[in-house]
């Protein structure tokens, strides 16, 4: 089974490195991007008996490693 | 004292901190894969570095290290913990302390000099010091701009939990003298029992006045005084 877990700043906190690529776009006169927030993709190939096992499986790594969620939100996408 | 110095893949700072440390005894280097500290251990010290090469997020894998539950254990005997830079990274990763380290708010890695004010000299770090004052110390970090929910905020402040914050030579804390746009400057907290304490600035390179001065001392003859 195949899955994407996003890993994304919460809103409200600040991402410089968000902000840098917005102004980079600005300065690359690609116009009409109001703002950029930069997150994390990961792919992953897992054993899971059904979706609601793998989305389990899934959260469970999010909460204990793939995101600190003081500052970041998770999305899980089980394909 | 009885020092110990957690050793991660990566860590690059273990051997000024045991320079430090011998002023005061024989530390002991411990590899992360171990599961016990010596027997005996005042102070555990976690180095600066780049542990893991800072994937996925500085101080996120080291911190499930499986030295970090013998760490934990020693903490919650009130034992004392040092995490330094990338230390202080692994020790909010591993929730010994609150809040969280974000990339700088110019987005530079930053390698310099810096004033940081003692804000107070009533723990078993900073005896050595006295409040207020502005200690010269060395910065070299891209992941020190803390930051923590406005209730943790208040939380640690109202508690006194701040150690350091960055200022001037004179110990006024500006908005120029915040290096990496800390909330509040935080350049340092304790944990909530004042044992552990995470700090970005570099104390362990400031004890030789050959290179920069002896600000550092301080920190180490504070836990010296105290074991």
């Given at each position: 089974?195949?899955?994407?877990?996003?890993?994304?700043l919460?809103n409200?906190?600040?991402?410089?490195?968000?902000k840098?690529?917005?102004?980079?776009?600005?300065?690359?006169h690609?116009d009409?991007?109001?703002?950029?927030?930069?997150?994390?993709?990961?792919d992953?190939?897992l054993d899971?008996?059904d979706?609601?096992a793998?989305?389990a499986?899934?959260?469970?790594?999010?909460?204990k490693?793939?995101?600190n969620q003081v500052?970041e939100?998770?999305q899980?996408?089980v394909? | 004292?009885?020092?110990a110095?957690?050793?991660?893949?990566?860590?690059?700072?273990?051997?000024?901190v045991?320079?430090?440390?011998k002023?005061h005894?024989?530390?002991?280097?411990?590899?992360?894969?171990?599961?016990?500290l010596?027997p005996g251990?005042?102070?555990?010290?976690?180095?600066?570095?780049?542990?893991?090469?800072d994937?996925?997020?500085?101080?996120?894998?080291?911190?499930h290290?499986?030295i970090?539950?013998?760490?934990?254990?020693h903490?919650?005997?009130?034992?004392?913990?040092?995490?330094?830079c990338?230390?202080f990274?692994?020790?909010?990763?591993?929730?010994?302390?609150?809040g969280?380290?974000?990339?700088?708010?110019?987005?530079r890695?930053?390698c310099?000099?810096q004033?940081v004010?003692?804000?107070r000299?009533?723990?078993?770090?900073?005896?050595?010091?006295?409040?207020?004052?502005?200690?010269k110390?060395?910065?070299?970090?891209?992941?020190?701009?803390?930051t923590?929910?406005?209730q943790?905020?208040?939380?640690?402040e109202?508690?006194g939990?701040?150690?350091?914050?960055?200022?001037d030579?004179h110990?006024?804390?500006?908005?120029?003298?915040?290096?990496?746009?800390s909330?509040?400057?935080i350049?340092g907290?304790?944990?909530e029992?004042?044992?552990?304490l995470g700090?970005?600035p570099h104390?362990?390179?400031l004890?030789?006045?050959?290179?920069?001065?002896i600000d550092?001392?301080?920190?180490?003859?504070?836990l010296?005084?105290a074991?």
């Amino acid at each position: 089974m195949k899955a994407r877990v996003v890993v994304t700043l919460r809103n409200g906190i600040l991402d410089p490195q968000g902000k840098a690529i917005e102004g980079a776009l600005k300065a690359l006169h690609v116009d009409g991007i109001r703002s950029v927030r930069q997150g994390k993709i990961f792919d992953v190939e897992l054993d899971a008996a059904d979706r609601g096992a793998a989305e389990a499986l899934l959260r469970e790594a999010c909460e204990k490693l793939l995101a600190n969620q003081v500052v970041e939100d998770f999305q899980v996408e089980v394909s | 004292m009885n020092a110990a110095v957690i050793l991660f893949p990566g860590s690059n700072r273990e051997g000024d901190v045991v320079r430090a440390l011998k002023a005061h005894g024989a530390p002991k280097i411990v590899w992360h894969a171990e599961t016990e500290l010596p027997p005996g251990t005042d102070l555990v010290v976690l180095p600066g570095g780049f542990s893991y090469g800072d994937y996925l997020r500085c101080g996120a894998i080291a911190a499930h290290a499986p030295i970090m539950a013998a760490v934990r254990a020693h903490a919650a005997r009130g034992g004392l913990v040092l995490g330094i830079c990338n230390g202080f990274q692994i020790l909010v990763e591993f929730g010994l302390l609150p809040g969280v380290l974000m990339r700088n708010a110019n987005l530079r890695f930053i390698c310099r000099m810096q004033h940081v004010r003692v804000e107070r000299s009533d723990t078993k770090f900073a005896s050595q010091y006295h409040q207020g004052q502005a200690i010269k110390v060395a910065i070299a970090h891209g992941e020190g701009n803390y930051t923590a929910d406005a209730q943790t905020i208040a939380r640690i402040e109202g508690e006194g939990r701040v150690a350091f914050r960055y200022c001037d030579a004179h110990g006024k804390v500006t908005g120029s003298a915040n290096p990496n746009g800390s909330t509040h400057a935080i350049a340092g907290i304790y944990s909530e029992r004042f044992n552990v304490l995470g700090l970005m600035p570099h104390p362990e390179n400031l004890i030789d006045p050959l290179v920069g001065g002896i600000d550092g001392r301080g920190l180490f003859a504070s836990l010296a005084a105290a074991v």
